[in-house]
């Protein structure tokens, strides 16, 4: 069974790069059946999808991100990052990272999700 | 873009009563690319239904999916103590996005 673990700073300064890491368990990232994704919720809000990357490569971002986000893989040790550009405190969110089945596109599994506070 | 409007807010139901909940699309969705989580507090989303109808693993058969086009129904049939959280919709169009999620609380 696939499990996701984000890992990185709960802490950013504004104006920094936010960067986190997923680490996948339990299968391997380089199936060419699916995307591998950044989602993230800011506190009592609603979730907000900021893109994925396909093992090769190839990456797909959210039009309102896309200039300040970066997502990369690492298949071989099976994990994907995220950097986020010029944080500000907007930016203070859960950052979860998930599975997208790349034909339809729908979330399954979830990580736990991490908390990154962007703060001076 | 397309914009995912779930309705209403929030619903106050007691356990046992049936709820009924909407998604409606700015503009028609494959009903293959529809999907419905689920979130408790402090923890992640869970699949519950992909496909608009089709539930996902391990979830109870008091859940069922519906609907086509522009309008979505996740439906509960007789409600349980642990069903009360928050429920999103989800599409793919061009890009993948969310509803704003109902909030499912004990009346």
């Known amino acids: 069974q696939v499990q996701l673990q984000e890992s990185g700073p709960g802490l950013v300064k504004p104006s920094q790069t936010l960067s986190l890491t997923c680490t996948v368990s339990g299968g391997s990232i380089s199936s060419g059946d699916y995307y591998w994704s950044w989602i993230r919720q800011p506190p009592g809000k609603g979730l907000e999808w900021i893109g994925y990357i396909y093992y090769s490569g190839s990456t797909y971002y959210n039009p309102s991100l896309k200039s300040r986000v970066t997502i990369s893989v690492d298949t071989s040790k099976n994990q994907f990052s995220l950097k986020l550009s010029s944080v500000t405190a907007a930016d203070t969110a859960v950052y979860y990272c998930a599975r997208a089945l790349a034909a339809t596109h729908w979330f399954d599994p979830w990580g736990q999700g991490t908390l990154v506070t962007v703060s001076s | 873009e397309i914009v995912l409007t779930q309705s209403p807010g929030t619903l106050s139901l007691s356990p046992g009563e049936r709820a009924t909940l909407s998604c409606r699309a700015s503009?028609?969705?494959?009903?293959?690319?529809l999907a419905w989580y689920q979130q408790k507090p402090g923890q992640a989303p869970r699949l519950l239904i992909y496909g608009a109808s089709s539930r996902a693993t391990g979830i109870p058969d008091r859940f069922s999916g519906s609907g086509s086009g522009t309008d979505f129904t996740l439906t509960i049939s007789r409600l349980e103590p642990e069903d009360f959280a928050v429920y999103y919709c989800?599409?793919?169009?061009?890009?993948?996005?969310f509803g704003q999620g109902t909030r499912l609380e004990i009346k």
């Open positions: 989800q599409q793919y169009g061009s890009s993948p996005s």
């Open positions: 503009q028609s969705v494959s009903s293959s690319y």
